[in-house]
Nanobody, 123 residues
Framework: QFVESGGGLVQPGAALRLNCSAS????????VGWYRQLAGMQRELVAS???????RYHGAGAGRFVASRDNVDNMLYLQMNNLQPEDTAVYYC???????????????????WGQGTLVAVSS
């Protein structure tokens, strides 16, 4: 199980760093992804980090977000810069392969999502 934290209410243009923790046996997965879910929308992948620290960015995550990983402390981070109201969403982290498998097999429960952390951007 992954546990997200660090969300909050910020003004447009602000930065925020999200945290994701997991037990060591969970965190040894090859790639962990950051996802977000806007109100009324499906979850979308915004960034991913492989075990050896290679980060990739997807969609809204490109350009303003920086993902990193600390395998010693079993932590994953998402630094979000210049936040805008359209970034308002619940943010999640999860095992990338597990999410893909849940989609391919049509079994959402396989993904075992955590509670997420809410990021609200408003003036």
């Amino acid at each position: 199980q992954f546990v997200e934290s660090g969300g909050g209410l910020v003004q447009p243009g602000a930065a925020l760093r999200l945290n994701c923790s997991a037990s060591r046996d969970v965190f040894t997965v090859y790639a962990v992804g950051w996802y977000r879910q806007l109100a009324g929308m499906q979850r979308e992948l915004v960034a991913s980090v492989t075990f050896d620290g290679i980060a990739r960015y997807h969609g809204a995550g490109a350009g303003r977000f920086v993902a990193s990983r600390d395998n010693v402390d079993n932590m994953l981070y998402l630094q979000m810069n210049n936040l805008q109201p359209e970034d308002t969403a619940v943010y999640y982290c999860n095992d990338l392969d597990r999410v893909v498998k849940s989609i391919r097999e049509g079994q959402p429960s396989l993904a075992n999502w955590g509670q997420g952390t809410l990021v609200a951007v408003s003036s």
